[in-house]
Structures are given as structure tokens and as C-alpha cells.
């Protein structure tokens, strides 16, 4: 069996790029943002998938002076995958 086939889906994604937000009408800018994540999907059927764990770290460089420092960030999600395009 090809891996396309089985129901297994790992997956790892390396991201890059800017980050921002918002507190009490202010907007502020991180300078950059790195990110690097993976877990595995269940295939359901040629469209749907259970991602059954996603695990995510991101890091900013660069905070707004007298803000919280929230430049590195820690998550884990789980959920329904709808898959579009050529399967």
C-alpha cells in the first residue's frame, strides 16, 4: 500500500513571517516569527480527515516596550480536516 492509502497522516509544517496584535486601540508589530509544528490525521474518507493532535511552537522576536511579552506562544489543537483540491 502507497502512503496515500493509509489512514495515517502524519504532517510537519515550518512556517516564517510577521506577527502583530492589538491591546486598548494599539497596534503593535513583532519584526519576525518562526514557527514549527507537526502531528498526525485519521483519514476518514477522500475528503475528511480527524486530526486527532496538532502541536505548535511559535517564537517573535522583537516586543512593544511596556507590554506583556507574549512572543512565544505553545499549542495544541485537535479537529474535523476538510481537504479540497486533487485528491
Same mark, same amino acid.
Given at each position: *500500500?502507497? *502512503? #496515500?492509502? +493509509? =489512514?495515517?497522516?502524519?504532517? *510537519? $509544517?515550518?512556517?516564517? &513571517?510577521? %506577527? %502583530?496584535?492589538?491591546?486598548? +486601540?494599539? @497596534?503593535?508589530m513583532y519584526?519576525?516569527?518562526? &514557527?514549527? %509544528?507537526? %502531528?498526525?490525521?485519521? @483519514?476518514?474518507?477522500? #475528503?475528511? #480527515?480527524?486530526?486527532?493532535?496538532?502541536?505548535e511552537y @511559535?517564537?517573535?522576536?522583537?516586543? $512593544? =516596550? &511596556?507590554? +506583556?511579552?507574549? @512572543?512565544?506562544? !505553545?499549542?495544541?489543537?485537535?479537529?474535523? !480536516? *476538510? $481537504?479540497? &483540491?486533487?485528491?
Amino acid at each position: *500500500l502507497t *502512503l #496515500a492509502r +493509509e =489512514p495515517w497522516r502524519p504532517h *510537519l $509544517q515550518i512556517i516564517a &513571517g510577521g %506577527g %502583530g496584535g492589538t491591546r486598548w +486601540e494599539r @497596534r503593535y508589530m513583532y519584526a519576525l516569527a518562526l &514557527g514549527a %509544528g507537526g %502531528g498526525v490525521d485519521v @483519514r476518514l474518507n477522500r #475528503a475528511i #480527515a480527524l486530526r486527532l493532535a496538532n502541536f505548535e511552537y @511559535r517564537h517573535a522576536w522583537m516586543r $512593544q =516596550p &511596556g507590554m +506583556e511579552d507574549y @512572543r512565544t506562544s !505553545v499549542r495544541f489543537s485537535s479537529g474535523l !480536516v *476538510l $481537504q479540497m &483540491g486533487s485528491w
